[in-house]
């Protein structure tokens, strides 16, 4: 899976994402897709230069920016071991139910590992600002 910004190749794909909280180095943000390509949100965070955390398909499993220290690469280590997948979650998925035409929801809050990761790093921002 790639981008392709000339349009010559691949297939239309359109991501709309805003920035929901920062953590240094590392953002949360919420994305809207008008399609829903394979990968489709993976591939173009890769692009604009901002893997998934722990993405190991796309590169988000290295540390990519911050610092050197010791202490900040086991930081990032623990939180890869707390959640060992990508952190990407489907709060709402949609489509239209192909017998009843209807439209069909659902949601689903963050899992246990995910808030985990997060309440990780806003702890190490509030204590280690000087780090990120």
């Known amino acids: 899976m790639d981008v392709f910004p000339s ?10 994402y805003k920035v929901v909280e920062r953590f240094g180095y590392v953002t949360l943000i919420e994305c809207k ?4 390509r394979t990968h489709q949100i993976r591939v173009h965070m890769k692009y604009a230069g901002h893997t998934l ?3 190991e398909t796309y590169g988000g499993d290295q540390i990519l920016k911050g610092t050197t220290f010791t ?4 930081f990032i280590d623990n939180c890869f071991k707390l959640m ?5 979650h489907a709060k ?15 949601d689903s809050e ?16 509030k204590f280690n600002e ?3």
């Open 7 to 16: 349009g010559e190749q691949g297939k239309h794909a359109v991501t709309h």
């Open 110 to 125: 963050l899992p246990q590992d995910f808030t985990s990761v997060l309440d990780k790093w806003r702890h190490y921002v």
């Open 33 to 36: 897709l008008e399609t829903g």
């Open 130 to 132: 000087t780090d990120v």
């Open 84 to 88: 060992p997948r990508h952190a990407l």
């Open 53 to 55: 955390f722990n993405d």
């Open 71 to 74: 202490r900040y690469r086991q």
């Open 92 to 106: 709402t998925l949609g489509f239209i139910h192909p017998t009843t035409k209807e439209k069909v929801f659902f």
